[in-house]
């Protein structure tokens, strides 16, 4: 069989430890966690270690699952979940509920309408008081917060049309819609941003 080589990301790398700031304190009474998009699997090792109180739940497309498991192969807790085949865009999930959600990197990437059925499922799967922890580049009031979020807005389009930046105050609001109300919005290094949704 072959040897299957683990994904790296160095954003991953870079980002793991301010997004595990905003984490930690808030998930410090959660028991379930939910990865949206698991991507290289560096978050889930990370961050399953340094909270092992969570069952940290991976998920992600299944064509990038064996790269995952290739990550995953090197942890050797019994709090991280192999990874679920889980399309933010279809519906219903393969989970049905669980305490709080965490993505990455995923709004600028996937197209605006499986942001809003990413938004719906996490509605469905979250009880009253249950997070969403969103980690990513956002606009503010439309406008870009850094000339590097303008030049990587262009080149995701270039990647694929519907890639792009989102506006943070369109997502709180179609997240409104549904019961996620945010109560956060916390700056990270690089121009990037947590968002904290609550769902009401």
């Known amino acids: ?11 991953c790398e870079n980002n793991k430890q301010p997004i595990l700031s905003v984490l930690a304190p808030r998930f410090a009474t959660r028991r379930h966690v939910l990865e949206i998009g698991t991507g290289t699997g560096q978050h889930a090792v990370y ?11 991976t998920s992600d497309l299944p064509e990038n699952h064996e790269g995952i498991q290739a990550c995953l ?19 219903p999930w393969p989970i ?13 990437i996937m197209p605006w309408e499986a942001v809003l059925s990413l938004l719906d499922g996490c509605a469905r799967i979250l009880p009253p008081g249950g997070l969403l922890v969103v980690y990513g580049p956002f606009n ?27 506006n943070r105050q369109t997502v709180a609001e179609e997240a409104g819609q ?12 690089a ?4 968002l904290v949704f609550v769902r009401q």
């Open 140 to 166: 503010e009031q439309g406008e870009f917060t850094s000339d590097s979020n303008a030049e990587f807005d262009q080149w995701l389009k270039t990647q694929a049309p519907h890639r792009g930046i989102r």
């Open 47 to 57: 961050f399953a270690a340094a909270m092992p109180h969570l069952t940290w739940q």
């Open 1 to 11: 069989m072959a040897v299957v080589d683990k994904p790296f990301s160095q954003a």
């Open 96 to 108: 049905e509920h669980t305490d709080a959600v965490f993505t990455s990197n995923t709004f600028h």
């Open 191 to 194: 121009n990037n941003r947590c």
């Open 178 to 189: 549904r019961g996620l109300e945010l109560t956060e919005t916390l700056e990270l290094p």
């Open 73 to 91: 192969a090197d942890y050797f807790g019994s709090n991280l979940k192999r990874p679920l085949a889980l399309d933010a865009a279809q519906s």
